[in-house]
């Protein structure tokens, strides 16, 4: 019987090995992808990442498919329809923040061009190559994830303390953290 090593983390979920074997770990330029990790990884503080990952879908419905510029204008009627709705985290805090992240978005890619060329100048613009033998060596967070942190925070991001950026970083591809024995090491590392 051929067993396919993954990460510790990764369940018996279908959803969760396919979110880790495609997308986890693989860098991503795309700024509207971008926007939607940064605000999932914001979402999922103090959860797990499956009840995020399993409320994906619906919240890309109702988020409009994470267009930046279409929250950014969400007003007090349309985030109480959030609220109101089951297929998402229903937590005002977070709610309110996805739209003040989105506003910020927006300042950066006017600012930088693009989201990706700002977020990226945290790890020199090419993902960090990690080598973690298992999975407790590899950190909540790290010097660059402080520094994205503490500039998103100054630009009025809310959600993004440092072990949520290093989340981030992790998803986005910023980072290889797959471990050494998992299967997409090798090709993340490419």
Known sequence: MNTIKRCDWVTDSVL???YHDEEWGVPVRDDRLL???LILEGVQAGLSWITVLNKRAHYREVYDHFDA???ASYDEAKQAALLADPGIVRNRLKVGA???NAQSFLKIQDQFGSFDTYIWQFVGGQ??????AVQKDVPAKTAESDAMSKDLTKRGFKFVGSTICYAFMQATGMV???IVTCHCHAA???
């Open 98 to 100: 996805a739209v003040i």
């Open 16 to 18: 969760y090995q396919h």
């Open 35 to 37: 926007f939607e990790y």
């Open 69 to 71: 510029r279409r929250i």
């Open 188 to 190: 993340a590392s490419r």
């Open 176 to 178: 290889n953290d797959h």
């Open 127 to 132: 993902p960090r190559q990690n080598t973690w």
